[in-house]
């Protein structure tokens, strides 16, 4: 019965077409039975999580107690204080450019990085160096 439901729920079709095989008052029983179905589930978890959260709480306590420290002792210490992550990689933020190049009164300017516009690649073929367009 389960693997029905579940294909009931990822399937909007599925679900509209077995909805239709239905009377209405059926439809509304089913709907008014997954609801109450639907919230013993979400309590059923929200508790499970709080009582989880409750025992991480009564562990730390412990070994605070065990070891003698306070809670005032991390503030102080700065370990309850959380650092930011390290970036990986991934898409870098804007840069400055560092290099400018007008041509036929157009201005073209370039940070250095990634390909070379073709505007610069021409400018560099023709034997001038990137020092000469440096800002």
């Known amino acids: 019965m389960s693997s029905l439901l579940e294909d009931l729920a990822k399937s909007r079709v599925k679900a509209k077409t077995a909805a239709k095989k239905l009377e209405i008052s059926a439809l509304k029983k089913l ?43 991390l503030k102080q210490s700065g370990v309850s204080k959380r650092k930011p992550a390290k970036r990986k990689g991934g898409k870098r933020g804007p840069v400055a450019p560092k290099y400018k190049l007008v041509v036929d009164g157009v201005e073209h300017l370039w940070s250095g990085r990634g390909r070379t516009p073709l505007v610069f690649a021409q400018y560099f073929e023709k034997g001038n160096s990137r020092e000469s367009v440096e800002i």
Request: hydrophobic share 35%; aromatic share 0%; no cysteine.
């Open 31 to 73: 709907i008014q039975s997954l609801t109450i179905a639907l919230e013993a589930e979400e309590k059923r978890i929200k508790e499970k999580e709080e009582k989880e959260r409750l025992n991480k709480i009564q562990k730390i306590n412990q070994l605070l107690a065990e070891s003698g420290l306070k809670v005032a002792d």
